[in-house]
């Protein structure tokens, strides 16, 4: 549900900034990024805060994520930016990442968390998945994709509720001995993006309900 509202949303951003382009609006966002990694039942793995080691010995696969420290001048216009870097490095005879018994399962869980200090004091998190494992890349399989925060004051005359960073590209991978960085495009969004958002929420919630009934 959330990868439909990334891409509805991003056009949203588009028809604002085209409607809106001839009045500018700037929300300095104070920004800073953390991750958190967390082991699923297989395979073996170790994990640590913004580090997990996954497998064993020889086949060991260390993964690290740097997150940042900025401040974005966010505008009624989508751009890109970077919210940190997914690092993985292999031990001496790993040249592919560990996998589990059902190789179409991920093998990884991470947690993106978003603060704004400024305009308004606020976080948001997103979950990701990667896998699977017994290649020399591990992609995002699945997960949310995109942050809302409350973009606070609008200057008179605007209606810039909410401040989205939608990730862009949303399939990415990270490779062996190397690394990537996870970005995404952010804007103001204007009050129908908002309600699209909620609009949405309601119906994955109904959707949910549906299915455990």
Not at 2 to 25: E, F, H, N, Q, R
Not at 152 to 160: A, I, T, V
Request: charged share 10%.
């Amino acid at each position: 549900m959330k990868t439909a509202a990334c891409a509805l949303l991003s056009a949203l951003l588009g028809a604002g900034a085209t409607v809106a382009s001839a009045d500018p609006v700037v929300f300095n966002a104070a920004v800073t990024t953390s991750g958190m990694f967390g082991c699923l039942k297989e395979p073996a793995c170790s994990a640590s805060g913004d580090t997990v080691v996954l497998g064993t010995g020889d086949d060991a696969v260390t993964l690290t994520f740097s997150g940042v420290s900025t401040t974005i001048p966010i505008t009624n216009a989508a751009q890109l930016v970077t919210l940190g870097t997914l690092s993985a490095s292999g031990s001496a005879g790993a040249t592919v990442f560990p996998m589990r018994t059902n190789e179409l399962l991920p093998i990884l869980q991470f947690v993106l968390t978003l603060t704004h200090a400024t305009p308004v004091a606020e976080s948001d998190s997103l979950w990701m998945r990667f896998g699977p494992g017994g290649q020399s890349q591990l992609s995002f399989m699945q997960g949310n994709t995109y942050f809302s925060l409350a973009a606070g004051p609008n200057p008179p005359g605007q209606n810039y509720p909410m401040l989205i960073y939608s990730l862009a590209p949303f399939n990415f991978s990270v490779p062996m001995n190397g690394s990537v960085d996870i970005t995404a495009d952010v804007g103001a969004a204007p009050e129908p993006a908002t309600l699209l958002l909620v609009g949405l929420g309601l119906a994955g919630a109904a959707a949910r309900r549906r299915r455990s009934a």
